[in-house]
């Protein structure tokens, strides 16, 4: 159960078997609810019963007649099964690319639930404390070209805490399995026998052109899309099959590889007044849209001072982005060059 409503300063009694209680305990705790928990009938003291006014009857605590004879008519009584997900394992969380309201509710469930969390410079969902109420949170974020914390060493910490018995969230931004190492950590998992689960989340590759107005697919214009990894230049080999497939190209991570990038598509054929667009830091207060072509687009990055985190597109569906500037009420910060 996923509690939405305000329950800031509520007294809570969550009550249940040891070891059954912690999910519960963590998602009103989340919702800033005053929890205390009880795993035994005879833990339920007059005080705690009169101070309560919500009860969460978990598990075999339901048929707990004493429990339920001091709570019943006096408090608001919540039965919920007991947690069927085994503890010691991880769960890949996809948090989006870079707005806390993309996060999904099977997300916000898993961090609800979290023992531990592991988490990215590009997962921005906010106060992670917060939505992870009592858990370990390590910051493993990387910058370009610098990993203070090696891949390695990720999986084993996050394997280490799952085969100590604890829920291990790897909170990662965008979708876990797009440019993210996704794969990597599920087998790294696999490998220990970690149950491991993955949650997917909105791609940056597609959601930041959208937040610009730009669909990367549109009838009649585009039904391809390509996505790249910006990390290294484009072979001449593959820029040449890009030019000659169309459609739209997405590169990620790749401003600072942008005037090679660009250079292979011009040189493979590439018209150079096709449509081009950087959008920076995608559903943020800071997102910025520059417009120009494949030909004028490096000149514009640089004269704009245009850095990551950003997403670069390729093709006609860039025009759209006039569209999206004339909706009603748009408040677009757009350099066109």
Known sequence: MLIETDITGLPVLVIGPTGQTDPAVRRYRRGGAQVI??????????????????????????????ARAALVGSVLLVEEAAPNAARGRVVLVGAGPGSAGLLTLDGLRALADADVVLTDRLAEVGDVAALA???????????PGHHAVPQTKIERIMVERALAGLTVVRLKGGDPYVFGRGGEEVAAAVDAGVPVTVIPGVSS???????????????????????LS??????????????????????????????????????SGLDPDTPAAVVERGFTPDQRSLVGTLGTLPGLVERNGAASPAVIVIGEVVRQSEVWARRAGARVLEVVG
Do not use: C, F
């Open 133 to 143: 109420p009592g858990a370990e949170v390590i910051d493993v974020g990387k910058l």
């Open 230 to 267: 910006g990390h290294v230049p484009l072979e001449d080999e593959r820029a040449r099959g890009l030019a000659q497939l169309g459609g739209t190209v997405v590169v990620l991570m790749g401003m600072h590889n942008l005037v090679p990038i660009a250079a292979a598509l011009e040189r």
């Open 205 to 227: 590759a597609v959601g930041v052109p959208g937040a610009a107005g730009i669909p990367v697919t549109h009838r009649g214009v585009s039904h391809v899309v390509t996505i």
């Open 37 to 66: 928990a009880v795993e035994s009938a005879s833990g339920l003291t007059p005080v705690l019963a009169e101070w309560a006014r919500v009860a969460v009857l978990v598990g075999a605590a339901r048929d707990w007649g004493q």
